[in-house]
């Protein structure tokens, strides 16, 4: 079945240490992008990336660094530099132009 | 820049009742129009989209949306709830042309009472 992998499913780390969370693809989608969820806040835009070898900053990269060296994959390091990285990350993709962003199930990290 | 406002954050309705749930945008032109559903610690699913003509919009789960322009409302409605469909509702937009810059409304918790 096609669709979007997150893993782990929850993360706990201890504060200051740099944690790298993992988005897989096999949709053949262009597009892929990263959120952060926090109770009351809706969605958040991390990072996109439109093409392999190439990614934008959304609304609250700060502390956050993505790659994207194949299509099919997108990690998100949460790094030291975030102030308050407790959250739900979810990770979507989409067609270069398409109209629908697919998501994937999330992964909770808990940094204590 | 556009934005995406959803005045309710917490709605109880009684199993069988109806439903609707409130989306205001704002955005210079028509913008692109979306209602996903997360259930809890899950992903999101697309319920629904609109991008042009029709402006009553069906879509999955029996629930429907209509776009009025002239109120910058989306509004989602289901004419009787399951208790099922309890869930965080996120109404979106995008710019015409591309689902690549969604913008999410803060969400809407649906409590359904048997």
């Known amino acids: 079945d096609g669709g979007i992998t997150q893993s782990p499913k929850y993360l706990f780390r201890k504060e200051g240490q740099n944690v790298t969370l993992s988005c897989e693809q096999n949709?053949?989608?262009?597009?892929m992008y990263w959120y952060r969820q926090d109770p009351g806040q809706g969605l958040r835009l991390i990072y996109y990336?439109?093409?392999?070898?190439?990614?934008q900053k959304g609304d609250i990269a700060e502390g956050y660094s993505v790659s994207r060296e194949k299509k099919e994959s997108f990690p998100l390091t949460v790094t030291s530099a975030q102030k308050n990285p407790t959250a739900f990350y979810l990770c979507?993709?989409?067609?270069?132009?398409?109209?629908?962003?697919?998501f994937g199930p999330g992964t909770r990290l808990t940094v204590l | 820049a556009q934005s995406v406002t959803q005045p309710d954050i917490h709605i109880t309705v009684s199993e069988g009742a109806s439903l609707e749930l409130r989306c205001n945008y704002s955005?210079?032109?028509?913008?692109?129009l979306f209602w996903y559903v997360q259930s809890p610690g899950q992903g999101l699913q697309l319920l629904l989209k609109?991008?042009?003509?029709?402006?009553l919009v069906q879509g999955i789960k029996g629930f429907e949306a209509e776009f009025k322009r002239s109120q910058s409302s989306f509004n989602l409605r289901k004419p009787s709830v399951h208790w099922s469909d309890a869930a965080e509702y996120f109404c979106a937009v995008a710019p015409t042309g591309t689902a690549s810059k969604l913008t999410f409304g803060t969400g809407t918790r649906l409590q359904v009472t048997l």
């Open positions: 979507a993709s989409s067609m270069a132009r398409g109209d629908e962003q697919f």
């Open positions: 990336s439109q093409i392999v070898n190439d990614f």
């Open positions: 609109y991008f042009s003509g029709d402006t």
């Open positions: 955005y210079g032109a028509t913008p692109y």
């Open positions: 949709l053949n989608h262009d597009a």
